[in-house]
T-cell receptor
């Protein structure tokens, strides 16, 4: 069965530092992969997605993610974190033509 | 586009009462999803529709939960009778064909059953 693992429940970084959030998936075929962000009291917003082609994808808000098939990973990165990036981040894998399976999320805290 | 619209934003009800959550998907999106989010279980897919037809309701916790999509622009999730363990944030999301291009989420309904 398809699954998504986000090993880090909570990450704290200083503003201006680089960020990497980990995501590992289990899927038999080429997956559709997504990262979403959820600010407190809000719904989830799509940051970026990967379907095929270039394994490094760019998203909104300066985020990028790299698909590594050999490691079954799709880690999210940002070179310099801003205080407004504090939120919860969810990785998701696409199943069939529509169904998304979400990870448990990583809460990002940013210190000034 | 106004995005996915959910109502109400907050709902407080007493145990045993019927609760109805509403969702208006983005015009032109033909798939609609209901998710529940709790601290303990994270995001759980309850049910999803394609072209107004329920495709997978395996996530619906029990018979107290029901969902309908009478037309392309409206869906409801009903809980009857409600219980305190149903307290959660319920999200509706929609997506556009073809294939899997990610969802657009609504802002959610925070349900508290006392």
């Amino acid at each position: 069965a398809q699954s998504v693992t986000q090993p880090d429940i909570h990450i704290t970084v200083s503003e201006g530092a680089s960020l990497e959030l980990r995501c590992n998936y289990s899927y038999g075929a080429t997956p559709y992969l997504f990262w979403y962000v959820q600010s407190p009291g809000q719904g989830l917003q799509l940051l970026l997605k990967y379907f095929s082609g270039d394994t490094l994808v760019q998203g909104i808000k300066g985020f990028e993610a790299e698909f590594k098939r050999s490691q079954s990973s799709f880690n999210l990165r940002k070179p310099s974190v801003h205080w407004s990036d504090a939120a919860e981040y969810f990785c998701a894998v696409g199943e069939n033509t529509d169904k998304l399976i979400f990870g448990t999320g990583t809460r990002l805290q940013v210190f000034p | 586009d106004a995005g996915v619209i959910q109502s109400p934003r907050h709902e407080v009800t007493e145990m045993g009462q019927e609760v109805t959550l509403r969702c208006k998907p983005i015009s032109g999106h033909n798939s609609l999803f209901w998710y529940r989010q709790t601290m303990m279980r994270g995001l759980e897919l309850l049910i999803y529709f394609n072209n107004n037809v329920p495709i997978d309701d395996s996530g619906m916790p029990e018979d107290r939960f029901s969902a309908k999509m009478p037309n392309a622009s409206f869906s409801t999730l009903k809980i009857q009778p409600s219980e305190p363990r149903d307290s959660a944030v319920y999200f509706c999301a929609s997506s556009s064909p073809p294939g899997n291009y990610g969802y657009t989420f609504g802002s959610g309904t925070r349900l508290t059953v006392v």
